[in-house]
């Protein structure tokens, strides 16, 4: 056999055939016929790290199969035929057990075969074999044992080799073999195509091939998710970040720069192009589109434009540069799978067109007070303007009591919250006027804010209050109570840390408040510097009804202002209480028709007492009557008499 080729052949024995036929090396004039070689299904190996014993069930196997006779031999291997560029992984070729074994068939080797070692008692070992894995000091041995003591062996080793097993009968062999990739790096993405040689020779020559059969079998590696090309538009995104390189989708940043142009940026978009394994080291291929209108101007790889359409492998990053224009820069990034949502920076003119400042703390301690003014500026377009402010007293006698007339004081950055805060340091007791400007000195702004008033206090807290922020609640609704500490003019007094505001038990209440309430018991008090007082947030009862919440004073407060301290409010369901109300009312109803049915009876039972006395008084008369008539005909019964009487006198 030829050693010029890239792999050494590996020539393996059919062992275990239809009917017990096997290939032999003895001398015979006999020729091997019926030779098949079929492929019965290409491999498909993974491209991940850890070698072969990983991907042995997924070799590409064939069989082989002949009529053979004492003495003929048959021997197989195999020469690569094309692999992906950059391929290292070893092709190694595996006998499989298929004919013989009562387990069906069975993979009984682990690593590459370099040959088959003759067995004396083939015809035993061929009925009764199996697997039986053994160690060596250097390699790996899957021993066959069968009826002879000397075992049927393949030795496992270097590619290359070759190997026959002998036979002493006449019918068909045949068997299973595979073919499969070996690396412990892993394995380039591809198709790995060998050519599979079957020879048969005469007994006497094994040499000289009297026939030969190739058949190609394949081996397929799929790329690794990380290595696709193809977009997956659900793990790509594009993002508005204030820094760069934020590799992770979310949500944008909100960013404004002054409008002086700058090759500084003041934010980044980062396009992930990702495929579907969505890492951001991902190498998915995409067209992406990035445009700016408005203010601003982009940049990507050194270049600045307002448009750019690029072919991006993995993700991307456009930086967003100040070009001195003010206003809104509105970025639309689009890809040929996706239109992400439009991507807004906010550049403000370098001067505030109008300043308007308010006093945000109502108090200030003699010292520093941070959050003291807060101020609200925009530009000439409209604009937050969201520049450094200063903040500056109006005159030299404001300046006995805090600030400085003549060097302003920087405020603190903007933020979304609390947009643009003033520092003041109080020195004495008082009241003084200050101004918001748009520059270090006076002399520099070209914005000035009206005047604000602060008041600086060194009184103490002489009692406190208690308040609900609502007279009423729905049931379960959510509520706030305050905690304010006052002096002895009832005045707020500067914020500040009481460890004993309150006495023990600090806040109760008449009753318990719903899930989710903040804890009441704490007896120390922290006040805001911007309220001088402390919230609370609760949650009121579901059941309606007056809650009345009280606490003491405590020990941080004078002995007078030790006192109980209480506020009320109330829970009002009005669906549960109209019902209520109505039912009230349904029953009173039905008390004033029962009372109106009993004033009927009694009437009705007065009409028939009368009406008895009635009966009774027209029987009487009628007796009386009857009784004049009879009279009445007795009298005109002797009239007539009379009358008669008279008449014939005459």
Known sequence: MSTKTTFKRIALVAVAALGLGVLSVAPSSAVVS???VNVLASGT???????????????????????????????????????????VAVPRMYFYETTTPTSGSTRVDTSTVVSFVNNAD??????????????SADSTYMGIT??????????????????????????????????????????????????????????GNSTVPVQTKSQDVSIVVAATASSATTVNVTNSFARLNATSAVTTSGVDATITSVSTASATAKGYVYVGVRNAEGTSTTVA????????????????????????????????????????????????????????????????AKAAKTI?????????????????????????????????????????????????????????????TDGILCPITAIAAGTAKFKVIDASTVALATATSNEVTVTSSSATANTVKLAFDKATYGPSEKATITVTPVDVAGKNVAGQTLANLLATGGITSTISFS??????????????????AKSYTVYMPAASGDVTISATGGTSLPAAGQVKVSATTSVVNSSVDAATDAANEATDAANAATDAALAAADAADAATAAAEDASAAVATL???????LGNLKKQISALTALVNKLLKKK
């Open 122 to 135: 083939s015809a035993t070992v061929n009925t009764a074999r199996s697997a039986v894995p053994v160690t």
């Open 515 to 532: 899930a989710g309430s903040d804890t009441l018991t704490a007896v120390s008090v922290i006040t805001d510097p911007t309220t001088g």
């Open 34 to 36: 019926a030779l098949t």
């Open 285 to 348: 291929q995409d067209s992406i589109t990035a445009t700016i209108t408005g203010a601003g101007i982009l940049s990507q790889g050194g270049i600045t434009g307002s448009s750019f359409k690029i072919a991006a492998t993995g993700d991307k990053e456009f930086a967003i540069l100040a070009d001195g224009r003010a206003g809104v820069a509105t970025i639309t990034i689009t890809t040929n799978g996706a239109t992400y949502s439009p991507k807004t920076v906010t550049f403000y």
């Open 356 to 416: 308007t400042a308010t006093v945000a703390n109502p108090v200030l301690a003699v010292g520093a007070n941070t959050g003291a003014v807060s101020v609200a500026a925009v530009d000439a377009n409209g604009t937050n303007w969201t520049g450094t402010a200063y903040i500056v007293a109006s005159a030299a006698a404001d300046a006995l009591v805090a600030g400085s007339a003549t060097t302003p004081v920087a405020c603190a950055a903007y933020n979304a």
């Open 45 to 87: 190996s993974s491209n991940s790290d850890g070698g072969f014993i990983s991907d042995s069930t997924t070799a590409a196997t064939f069989s082989v199969t002949g009529l053979v006779e004492a003495s003929d031999s048959v021997t197989i291997t195999f020469v690569a035929k094309s692999a992906p560029s950059g391929a």
């Open 146 to 203: 069968g009826g002879s003591s000397t075992p049927f062996r393949m030795i496992y080793g270097a590619v290359g080799g070759s190997g026959v097993y002998g036979v002493t009968a006449t019918g068909y062999a045949g068997a299973k073999f595979g073919i499969q990739l070996d690396s412990a790096t892993a394995r380039a993405a591809g198709t790995y195509t060998y050519t599979v040689l079957v020879k048969t020779y005469e007994a």
């Open 622 to 628: 009628a007796a009386s009557v009857n009784t004049a």
